[in-house]
T-cell receptor, first 110, second 116 residues
Framework: DAKTTQPPSMDCAEGRAANLPCNHSTISGNEYVYWYRQIHSQGPQYIIHGLKNNETNEMASLIITEDRKSSTLILPHATLRDTAVYYC???????????FGKGTRLHILP | EAGVAQSPRYKIIEKRQSVAFWCNPISGHATLYWYQQILGQGPKLLIQFQNNGVVDDSQLPKDRFSAERLKGVDSTLKIQPAKLEDSAVYLCASNYRTGGTKSGYTFGSGTRLTVV
């Protein structure tokens, strides 16, 4: 079973920051938080991942709480192309299996 | 770098027929996965290969599903006989090593199967 809880859907206005929350209260010390997204008719695409520290790349920022029980994915300036299902996943790299939950369906409103 | 290739892109078959899907992972990726994604749900892992050996097939319905990865490169997933509930997108993914880090997982675009 997936170890994360996400809201089923969210709306965000185009050009605004999209903040997608994820709860992972049972995360263990050596488990990473990964985010993937799936645009319609495509396979999931890697966005970002982190262990303890906040991370930023060209696509997004990942904010992990100090107790690591929750995190937020931030898309700084959402565009219509960011409309997708976003999956928050926790797993140990050595475990090497991604178990998906239901994700959050993000709608970007023009 | 070429991505994970899957074919066919779409397939429509009648129930009780057989069907096969093909996956070519990224060159050098030792680990290969097949996922089943039913409409409205997240992908579900069916089977994991490490080179040409099966690491985990606990979620594979072995009475009708089979998969192989000969020579540790390409892989095929077969369903025989198909049922209506097998209608889904079948995704293939590869990873460059067991215990890999970062963005090692790369997914193909999937094969959409419709069983009528």
């Amino acid at each position: 079973d997936a170890k994360t809880t996400q809201p089923p859907s969210m709306d965000c206005a185009e050009g605004r920051a999209a903040n997608l929350p994820c709860n992972h209260s049972t995360i263990s010390g050596n488990e990473y938080v990964y985010w993937y997204r799936q645009i319609h008719s495509q396979g999931p695409q890697y966005i970002i991942h982190g262990l303890k520290n906040n991370e930023t790349n060209e696509m997004a920022s990942l904010i992990i709480t100090e107790d690591r029980k929750s995190s937020t994915l931030i898309l700084p300036h959402a565009t219509l192309r960011d409309t997708a299902v976003y999956y928050c996943i926790v797993f140990m790299n050595r475990d090497d299996k991604i178990i998906f939950g239901k994700g959050t369906r993000l709608h970007i409103l023009p | 770098e070429a991505g994970v290739a899957q074919s066919p892109r779409y397939k429509i078959i009648e129930k009780r027929q057989s069907v096969a899907f093909w996956c070519n992972p990224i060159s050098g990726h030792a680990t290969l996965y097949w996922y089943q994604q039913i409409l409205g749900q997240g992908p579900k892992l069916l089977i994991q290969f490490q080179n040409n050996g099966v690491v985990d097939d606990s979620q594979l319905p072995k009475d009708r599903f089979s998969a192989e990865r000969l020579k540790g490169v390409d892989s095929t997933l077969k369903i025989q006989p198909a049922k209506l509930e097998d209608s889904a997108v079948y995704l293939c993914a590869s990873n460059y090593r067991t215990g890999g880090t970062k963005s090692g997982y790369t997914f193909g675009s999937g094969t959409r199967l419709t069983v009528v």
